[in-house]
């Protein structure tokens, strides 16, 4: 499913936008505080009910206004409108007037791949982010093993309440829990390195990087279980108590995962330049896609917010060889559009910002 159009009301700075959408690439570039990042956060959010610049989804409104709207016009008659009020939860509308609040669904229709500014750094990442990153996997792929971490939340929860409420009778229960769900969780994770690591050693991905960066073959994720493999995970609870207890939280478990990634048995961070650790996580979001296809058929649209920042010329021309070879739906953004303004294939609109609002040329 292709995205044809893309029409936004109060939402951010913008007054109102209506922008066409390439099949291919489209770039939508300008100064810092322009606008532009918003186009991105703008479909993001219509189709996955959440921001990666915010928490609060209020701020999306323009300043003054009770209401944003966006309404993203797919091929084959398709779309989805988005109205979402001051205080009040985002109403969807699909193409016939159908109406629900259920972006679950939507996800699972119109999957996207984000590369946003802070997650162009894996190696530095943050747990957090990282378990998104393999939650994401999970959603699509594995999607009724996907139940299993609902269920592990469940338990993660209700043993912090009972660290919190000093209800430690109780604690016994839920450690069993959790040591009964951990090599689930465990399993299922390891699975998804294990394919990533598949796709760095036989992917058309790396195999075209590599013409440049030779290093990549070398690559290697190592999941982390989210607490020491010397040790036994149930020793661990015991011991961890007391520290548990004071913080009122589980420091050590399954809900920790992460992972690492490693170039010839070294930390990446350790050895790498902020541009090479960026060519990894571009690799690693179109790998994600990759993934994703092959697991449901489904072709994600990708989201690339400031591309070109900190990728020199010939890392970025590779990677428009890629999308643009793969037929690679991507809507990006970008500071500096001498790059992209040599491709054909690219199409660039220029976004500016003036007296309080964005407007796209």
Not at 76 to 96: D, H, M, P, W, Y
Not at 197 to 225: A, C, H, M, R
Not at 325 to 334: C, G, K, L
Request: charged letters at 25%; hydrophobic letters at 35%.
């Amino acid at each position: 499913m292709l995205i044809k159009e893309i029409k936004l009301e109060s939402f951010r700075s913008y007054e109102f936008l209506e922008a066409p959408i390439h099949q291919g690439i489209t770039l939508f570039y300008g100064d810092n505080g322009s606008g532009k990042s918003s186009i991105i956060e703008s479909v993001y959010y219509s189709l996955t009910g959440k921001s990666f610049r915010t928490n609060d989804t209020n701020n999306l409104i323009k300043e003054t206004k009770k209401q944003t709207q966006i309404l993203l016009v797919f091929d084959e008659g398709k779309s989805v409108k988005i109205t979402k009020k001051l205080n009040n939860r985002a109403q969807i509308s699909q193409n016939r007037g159908d109406k629900t609040n259920n972006f679950t669904k939507l996800i699972r229709i119109y999957p996207n791949c984000l590369i946003e500014n802070k997650e162009f750094f894996f190696t530095t990442s943050n747990p957090e982010q990282k378990r998104s990153f393999l939650n994401k996997i999970l959603f699509y792929v594995e999607q009724t093993e996907a139940l299993l971490l609902n269920e592990l939340k469940k338990i993660t929860t209700q043993r912090a309440a009972c660290l919190k409420n000093n209800g430690f009778e109780q604690i016994k229960y839920w450690d069993d829990k959790l040591i009964e769900i951990e090599p689930k969780v465990t399993k299922l994770n390891k699975k998804i390195c294990e394919k990533i690591n598949n796709f760095i050693l036989d992917s058309t991905i790396v195999g075209l990087f590599e013409e440049k960066n030779p290093w990549i073959k070398n690559l290697n994720v190592q999941y982390d279980p989210g607490f020491s493999q010397s040790a036994i995970f149930s020793d661990i609870l015991i011991n961890n108590y007391e520290k548990d207890a004071i913080l009122k939280r589980t420091t050590e478990g399954p809900h920790k995962r992460s992972f690492n990634i490693f170039l010839n048995n070294i930390n990446a961070s350790e050895v790498l330049s902020r541009g090479q650790q960026k060519i990894i996580s571009i690799i690693m979001h179109l790998i994600q896609r990759e993934i994703i296809i092959e697991g449901t058929n489904l072709t994600p649209i990708l989201l690339m917010d400031d591309i070109s920042s900190e990728l020199d010329k010939e890392n970025a021309n590779l990677m428009l060889k890629y999308l643009i070879n793969n037929s690679v739906q991507t809507i990006m953004t970008s500071i500096n559009p001498t790059y992209f303004k040599e491709h054909k294939d690219v199409f660039l609109f220029h976004v500016e910002h003036n007296k309080g609002c964005s407007y796209v040329k």
